[in-house]
């Protein structure tokens, strides 16, 4: 019965975070499109440059293909040989998921490598959550550049400079709660679990549990050679991902109109970050209205191409992402059926 009442409870919490991530994306698409000529916006996008769509095709595949690469480098400690391949494929895999749920491609990514490498879900858990940790880090970093390289940012997104604060709050606090929990694990992990069982013994087997992925994940992380290289590598992702957002102004002509930069890139990559880290669908929304507010208030381009360069960047990678998942996972699925390690992800995990 209690097992019975707990798959109710996590259905109806599912079913509630899709609702709510649906209605997010809508609400974020009405406001973006609202005061805009939707005949304009759809004839800058229906004669795009297909050479320059291959071009951001290429690129988004190599930034996908090194955070592979980095995956692989933070699991040096955990298994050496692990195939470049699996890791690609579970981590397409994943961004294919989250352009439907989002937050639940993580899970999915855990359990596909988990499964095919052979190794356990909580190390695996835990070094997607570094791996999250070490994005934040960075995209933290690309909007401080953002603000180094065009002053009026602040001016544009007043909101922007608090967000800076409360994010680098957060992350401190992270960072030091991180740090005691390796340094200090028995110790720090005996005290907060005391206190959470007095309040709430769910929630302290839960801590428990995130607990041990953390350490184990970060554990994965060992030697200077790996964290030098996982530094290396996370700078050449955000570094494609600026040129690739550059790349996007050429796929409708938007350098007809205006001179377009690998600054205005840089710019507009790292405001529209912070709207794919909404949990919408595939930042479905939330990233077009960030990006063509970035393209109208801060570098005068008009609503009509700053919101058909958005819709366009966006369908790319979506369906892209959803495409090269789809095959990543019959072709590698396939593959391990004859080892007899095929994987049905059950999102219950």
Not at 29 to 43: G, I, K, P
Not at 46 to 70: D, E
Not at 177 to 199: H, M, P, Q, V
Not at 221 to 226: D, E, F, P, V, W
């Amino acid at each position: 019965m209690t097992s019975g009442n707990n798959n109710r409870k996590e259905n109806i919490r599912r079913t509630l975070n899709i609702v709510l991530s649906l209605f997010l994306s809508i609400i974020f698409l009405y406001f973006a499109f609202r005061n805009s000529n939707l005949t304009t916006v759809f004839r800058y996008v229906s004669h795009p440059s297909y050479f320059w769509i291959f071009i951001f095709f290429v690129i988004t595949l190599f930034a996908h293909y090194l955070r592979a690469l980095r995956w692989k480098v933070m699991l040096n400690s955990v298994k050496k040989d692990v195939s470049i391949k699996n890791l690609f494929g579970a981590l397409m895999v994943g961004y294919g998921v989250n352009c439907v749920l989002p937050r639940v491609g993580e899970i999915s990514r855990a359990i596909l490598i988990g499964k095919w490498e052979g190794l356990s879900r909580t190390s695996m858990f835990g070094t997607v959550i570094v791996e999250r940790v070490i994005d934040l880090i960075f995209f933290g970093l690309t909007i401080i550049i953002s603000v180094w390289m065009s002053a009026e940012i602040f001016k544009s997104f007043p909101w922007l400079r608090l967000t800076l604060y409360i994010s680098f709050v957060v992350l401190t606090i992270g960072i030091i709660f991180l740090y005691l929990t390796i340094k200090l694990k028995d110790k720090f992990y005996n005290i907060i679990i005391r206190i959470l069982s007095r309040l709430s013994p769910q929630m302290a087997t839960k801590l428990a549990y995130m607990f041990e992925m953390l350490t184990v994940g970060f554990a994965s992380l060992q030697g200077s050679k790996n964290i030098i290289n996982t530094i290396l590598l996370s700078i050449a992702i955000m570094l494609l991902y600026g040129f690739n957002a550059y790349i996007g102004f050429f796929t409708i002509g938007m350098q007809l109109y205006k001179p377009v930069t690998f600054e205005m890139g840089w710019i507009v990559m790292a405001i529209s970050s912070i709207g794919v880290a909404i949990p919408t669908p595939g930042g479905t929304g939330s990233y077009h209205i960030l990006a063509s507010s970035t393209l109208v208030l801060l570098f005068g381009f008009s609503q009509e191409i700053s919101l058909a360069y958005a819709f366009l960047t966006h369908i790319i990678n979506y369906f892209l992402t959803i495409l090269i998942a789809i095959i990543m996972f019959l072709v590698l699925n396939k593959q391990h059926l004859k080892l007899g390690k095929i994987v049905k992800v059950d999102l219950e995990d």
